[in-house]
């Protein structure tokens, strides 16, 4: 957008403007782990996304659980592009409202930048227009920890006739620390020696084998290959098809480089049947696709070789998501969009084609990201979902907070409402009720990880589809202590939802044959097993599975799966919560088992 010097007319519209009745949208208190540093540059060039209500969204969602229920009549029979736009699309009156206030803040034709469904438009303005629209102050702040600079404002009101027409504007008030989940060690020759020859063992032993014969490998339960994962949730013997129609994605945010040269050595040594295939890369919002080893990215490898390599040959799509770069607050430079979820979602919902499983292995604490923000996300997830999209998520690092079971030393859980309280952390986005959250577990025979994160959503509501089991675990298992402590929220969205191991992933990271260990990890192994499934249904002319959650907690797939009843996460100064029969807030429903799962759905 280029600003030119404003005419009479708008500085007496901005004028206007200054002296009409404000009413506040949202306050924030000033987050941990971030420094005020200044007031920005009012010459910095900010974009601001403005999200109008989305009056139909209980429709919508009914239609999601409608097609996501295998009880229910209408199971599987997605909703096509243009019925899910049309459902999410704001009245005309809000389309009308925050047009003219657009155009008398003196923005010209063109220089608003609008979705198809009209539920969000984006403006690039220097920080002194966005501070006379909104009536705020912008500052640069300064992390405290990575020492990354950002443009945010801790508050932002709205004239009082566009106030009930603008859900959220952002990333005004949204310091998420977006991060993977995951950590990488160097392992050794000795190591690389003895899976390959524990790969070359099994092969041997279970070439044309269907099922597994129940035997897993001891040294599986030191470092985890493909193989590793066939024989643990009983995976031998499908054949995916590349003509089934089926393909996955994973998303790359915050610079991860997916590197061609670190798939191919995995691929030669653990999944040599798709040696020399390839997968695609899109570009979105100045994502980066830098093939250079130095430039590789730790979980854009794991996820892609994990994702890729068990589900060959699905065709594959790899986003690398314009990251958050540092701010340098002497120059007035525009800045990329640094807020990746709905960059990415707004992307991928403008697809008429999309890959039937998504694998993301990102996460914020909750707290950090706005509720509106993270509602607003979260719907943007529930349309994927209507549209026959699976989409897995892990559920964090972090235990219930901070993975300290000590009181005395144990200073991360604090709330950032001012109150200051003790509580657990929830993570966002597996805190979404439309997303299916993976936990991690560890060891042979699997128990869950105490890192594991998993608990309740401050923002989300326990959803219907999971009331029951979460309502059983609150009652037998939950300290009364939690909860009128305030450490939790009984009421909450429960997470993980499932589980899978998530300790010393053999990949390729930058050349060198390195492990790596998170649920970032346990993310991709239950996108490969959904893909799998998908590509079972897709050749059996049946649908995709989608949206899976309301699926997983049924009867029969429940009974599909292998409960994880040892084992629990830590946090908070607390012992966090305990792995047990059925559901928990460690493991969640459990790990897979392939053939199990596929007897039911698609038998």
């Not at 699309?89 to 198809?116: I, Q, T």
């Not at 079971?405 to 200073?411: G, I, L, N, V």
């Not at 997983?552 to 084992?567: F, H, M, P, R």
Request: hydrophobic fraction near 35%; charged fraction near 20%.
């Amino acid at each position: 957008m280029l600003f030119r010097p404003l005419s009479a007319l708008a500085w007496a519209s901005l004028c206007t403007a200054a002296a009409t009745t404000r009413l506040l949208k949202e306050r924030v208190h000033d987050p941990h782990h971030w420094r005020r540093v200044d007031t920005a540059p009012r010459s910095h060039v900010i974009p601001l996304k403005l999200a109008l209500p989305q009056s139909r969204f209980d429709e919508l969602e009914d239609h999601l659980l409608a097609v996501s229920d295998p009880e229910h009549e209408r199971y599987g029979r997605h909703l096509t592009k243009g019925e899910v736009e049309e459902l999410v699309r704001p009245g005309e009156e809000s389309v009308r409202v925050v047009e003219e206030w657009l155009e008398e803040m003196g923005f010209g034709e063109g220089e608003a930048e609008w979705s198809v469904a009209r539920d969000w438009v984006l403006v690039k303005v220097p920080v002194g227009l966005a501070e006379d629209m909104l009536d705020t102050t912008f500052h640069t702040w300064q992390h405290t920890s990575s020492g990354a600079y950002t443009v945010r404002t801790t508050s932002y009101a709205l004239p009082k006739h566009v106030h009930p027409h603008i859900e959220l504007v952002y990333p005004t008030t949204y310091f998420g620390d977006m991060r993977p989940m995951s950590s990488t060690v160097q392992t050794s020759k000795a190591d690389k020696s003895l899976l390959e020859n524990y790969r070359a063992a099994a092969a041997q032993r279970l070439q044309g084998s269907e099922a597994n014969n129940g035997t897993i490998d001891p040294s599986c339960g030191q470092m985890i290959t493909p193989d590793c994962l066939l024989d643990l949730y009983n995976a031998r013997g499908y054949n995916a098809s590349a003509d089934s129609n089926n393909s996955v994605g994973v998303t790359g945010f915050l610079g991860q480089n997916a590197v061609f040269t670190d798939v191919q050595s995995f691929y030669a040594d653990y999944v040599p049947e798709a040696a020399n295939s390839s997968f695609n890369v899109v570009l979105v919002n100045g994502g980066e696709n830098n093939q250079s080893l130095s430039e590789a990215g730790q979980e854009a490898d794991l996820d892609v070789q994990y994702v890729f390599g068990l589900s060959y040959p699905t065709p594959g799509t790899f986003w690398s998501v314009g990251g958050s770069p540092p701010f340098d607050p002497d120059t007035s430079t525009p800045e990329n969009r640094n807020e990746p979820y709905s960059d990415w979602l707004d992307y991928i919902l403008a697809q008429d084609e999309i890959p039937q499983t998504v694998s993301s292995s990102y996460a914020d604490d909750e707290q950090t990201v706005p509720m509106a923000y993270a509602q607003f996300v979260c719907r943007k997830f529930a349309q994927l979902g209507a549209r026959g999209v699976s989409v897995l998520v892990a559920s964090g690092d972090q235990g219930t907070g901070d993975v300290n079971p000590d009181p005395e030393t144990s200073d991360l859980c604090i709330a950032n409402d001012g109150s200051n309280h003790t509580m657990f952390l929830p993570k966002f986005p597996a805190s979404c009720p439309y997303v299916t959250a993976v936990g991690g577990t560890r060891e042979i025979p699997e128990v869950a990880a105490n890192f594991s994160s998993g608990g309740f959503s401050n923002y989300f509501t326990t959803p219907k589809y999971q009331q029951s089991v979460v309502s059983s675990y609150i009652s037998s298992h939950v300290p009364d202590s939690y909860i009128s402590s305030g450490l939790m929220n009984a009421s909450g969205r429960a997470f993980p939802d499932v589980s899978a191991q998530s300790v010393n992933y053999l990949t390729y990271f930058g050349g060198e044959l390195s492990t790596n260990t998170g649920t970032s990890a346990s993310a991709p192994a239950w996108a490969a097993i959904i893909s799998l499934l998908n590509d079972a249904r897709l050749r059996n002319g049946r649908s995709a599975l989608g949206f899976l959650n309301p699926l997983l907690y049924s009867k029969n797939v429940s009974a599909a799966l292998n409960d994880i009843t040892e084992g629990a996460n830590l946090g908070c100064g607390t012992e966090g919560f305990n792995a047990t029969e059925g559901w928990d807030p460690v493991s969640g429903l459990g790990t897979p088992d392939f053939w199990k799962l596929k007897a039911v759905v698609a038998p």
